[in-house]
C-alpha cells in the first residue's frame, strides 16, 4: 500500500515552533522529491518547502528564514521545522512526493498547525 502520513501539526502560541514528519509507505524515497504545501480558506494553496532527492532545498520567500526542510532517507521521512511561527502561517499543511517514475503526485492527508496570536 502506497501512502503519505503527516504528523505534528498542532495549536502553538506565536513565536513558536512545530516541526511536521511526513513519513512514506510503498514507495522508493530515496527517488522522490518531497515537498511541503499548506492551504487556508482563504487563499490558493501555497507551495511552502521542496527537497529534491539529491536533497536540494527550495523555500517559499513568505516562510525563508522560519521554516527549513530536510530530509532522512534510512526512515523514509521528510520534515518541515517551522519557527518564529505568526498567526499567518495557520493552514493546513500537506506532504507531497513525486517521482518520475511513478508518473502521478502522492498526497498526506494533511494536518492542521493554528498559529494564535
Known amino acids: 500500500q502506497v501512502h503519505l502520513v503527516e504528523s505534528g501539526g498542532g495549536l502553538v502560541q506565536a513565536g513558536g515552533s512545530l516541526r511536521l514528519s511526513c513519513s512514506a509507505v510503498?514507495?522508493?524515497?530515496?527517488?522522490?522529491?518531497m515537498g511541503w504545501y499548506r492551504q487556508t480558506p482563504r487563499k490558493q494553496r501555497e507551495l511552502v518547502a521542496v527537497?529534491?532527492?539529491?536533497?536540494?532545498?527550495n523555500i517559499a520567500d513568505s516562510v525563508k528564514g522560519r521554516f527549513t526542510v530536510s530530509r532522512d532517507n534510512a526512515k523514509n521521512t521528510v520534515y518541515l521545522q517551522m519557527n518564529s511561527l505568526i498567526p499567518e502561517d495557520t493552514a493546513v499543511y500537506y506532504c507531497?512526493?513525486?517521482?518520475?517514475?511513478?508518473?502521478?503526485?502522492?498526497w498526506g492527508q494533511g494536518t492542521q498547525v493554528t498559529v494564535s496570536s
Open positions: 527537497i529534491t532527492s539529491g536533497g536540494s532545498t
Open positions: 510503498g514507495i522508493v524515497f530515496r527517488a522522490n522529491d
Open positions: 507531497y512526493a513525486r517521482a518520475a517514475y511513478r508518473g502521478y503526485d502522492l
